[in-house]
């Protein structure tokens, strides 16, 4: 289990707290139109007030070169006021004079926004002394942004090295479910590895055949592996170039004892639209002129029965054009099914990655999964088994 300092561990009494956040949602005309980040930070922000500590927030937002006023914090100090339900002050910058003035007005359970990180330089290139003009604002550190992690920034990791460092609620809550997930998992381990294209998920599937019992190979990634041992796929995605490399992962899924599950029958169709014909076949009938968008519900059940014997399933990637019905049904169905499993105390199941949260609301099933990540490419690296640079700061010996 990875060790960390957790909010329970400190004394916030009076004291600045410098929370990094991830408040970088989505936006319409100063409307914030996903609030699902903002609501993932409040516990933080309580538990450091009911402590009685100052939470002084900080955050990126967009890829800003230099200051860029449309890409300012202030509307999302707004955004959390009404969903704190307590006021929130706002600072024109995150370091120098306006900060600090800021912060000084602050009494104990008093919560500020600090403007954009990234408008200055230092924030991205982990400069020493940004870091320095970061942590004199605060005499405590506490990272809550899991789908900032993978970045060696500033707020993200630097801080972790000169101040007490401590994990948010929500960073808290994301690594228990990742390391009961895949670092010490009750087995057996299912993996859903799906999506567009192996090769954007080599180093994935290179870590996960060492991790997992079952690996459901399956989207359009899932052509590449069929063409690979001898299918004919038609005019699916298929990255045929890829094949020696397909035939090694599963040489050494063999190698590793994990076991690989590809679709055995497809939904087939000759246009990419929603509602388009369409017609089910096994992988052996492709037709030259036809595409797979979906698993076959042959291949459904086949997963459905791999689900009644596991006690752990991941899942990052959907199993079809989810967006286009009728080629949503393998998705809804799997995960409908992961849902119920999990509902019925029968599986923990962690999922994550952008494609991945929008499939399981589709399905109506993410509220029913042990835990759904929305960090995207910090959840990817953690499955690819890389070490997080703001994970690895909040580990003893790491920070101040």
């Not at 007030?49 to 202030?74: C, N, Y």
């Not at 993978?150 to 972790?160: D, E, K, N, Y």
């Not at 055949?209 to 005019?235: C, E, Q, R, S, W």
Request: include cysteine.
């Amino acid at each position: 289990m990875i060790a960390y300092r957790t909010l329970d561990d400190a004394d916030l009494a009076h004291k600045r707290v410098l929370v990094r956040v991830d408040l970088n949602v989505p936006m319409d005309c100063g409307r914030v139109t996903d609030d699902t980040r903002i609501k993932a930070i409040l516990p933080t922000i309580r538990a450091i007030t009911q402590k009685g500590g100052k939470a002084v927030l900080i955050s990126h937002f967009g890829r800003p070169k230099g200051r860029d006023e449309s890409q300012s914090l202030a509307p999302l100090a707004k955004a959390l006021e009404a969903q704190l339900g307590h006021s929130v002050a706002f600072a024109s910058d995150c370091v120098g004079a306006a900060a600090e003035s800021a912060i000084a007005r602050l009494a104990a359970g008093d919560v500020i926004v600090l403007e954009n990180t990234r408008f200055h330089a230092g924030e991205e290139k982990n400069a020493p002394e940004f870091i320095q003009a970061l942590a004199s604002l605060g005499d405590v550190y506490v990272n809550d942004s899991f789908s900032t992690a993978h970045r060696a920034h500033a707020s993200t990791a630097g801080l972790a090295g000169v101040l007490p460092a401590y994990a948010g609620r929500s960073m808290q809550g994301e690594l228990d479910a990742l390391t009961k997930a895949l670092e010490a998992p009750e087995r057996p381990v299912l993996a859903v590895v799906g999506g567009a294209k192996v090769s954007t998920k080599l180093e994935l599937l290179g870590n996960l055949v060492h991790k997992v019992d079952i690996m459901v190979i399956a989207g359009g990634m899932a052509n590449t592996f069929l063409a690979a041992m001898g299918h004919k796929v038609g005019k699916s995605l298929c990255e045929h170039d890829l094949g020696d490399t397909a035939r090694a992962i599963l040489e050494e899924a063999k190698t590793a004892k994990c076991e690989i599950v590809l679709p055995v029958d497809a939904v087939v169709t000759k246009e990419f639209k929603a509602n388009a014909a369409h017609r089910v076949v096994d992988v052996d009938h492709v037709a030259d002129d036809e595409m797979i968008l979906d698993a076959g519900p042959a291949s459904v059940a086949q997963v459905v029965e791999k689900l009644k014997g596991v006690k752990t399933v991941v899942w990052n990637g959907p199993f079809g054009a989810f967006e286009l019905p009728p080629f949503d049904a393998a998705t809804v169905a799997v995960a409908k099914e992961v849902a119920a499993l999990t509902k019925a105390g029968r599986l923990l199941s962690v999922a994550g990655g952008g494609d991945t949260v929008a499939a399981l609301n589709h399905a109506k099933a993410g509220c029913d999964f042990s835990y759904v990540s929305t960090a995207g490419g910090a959840f990817l690296e953690w499955l690819e088994g890389k070490a997080l640079p703001g994970v690895e700061a909040l580990k003893p010996g790491a920070s101040a």
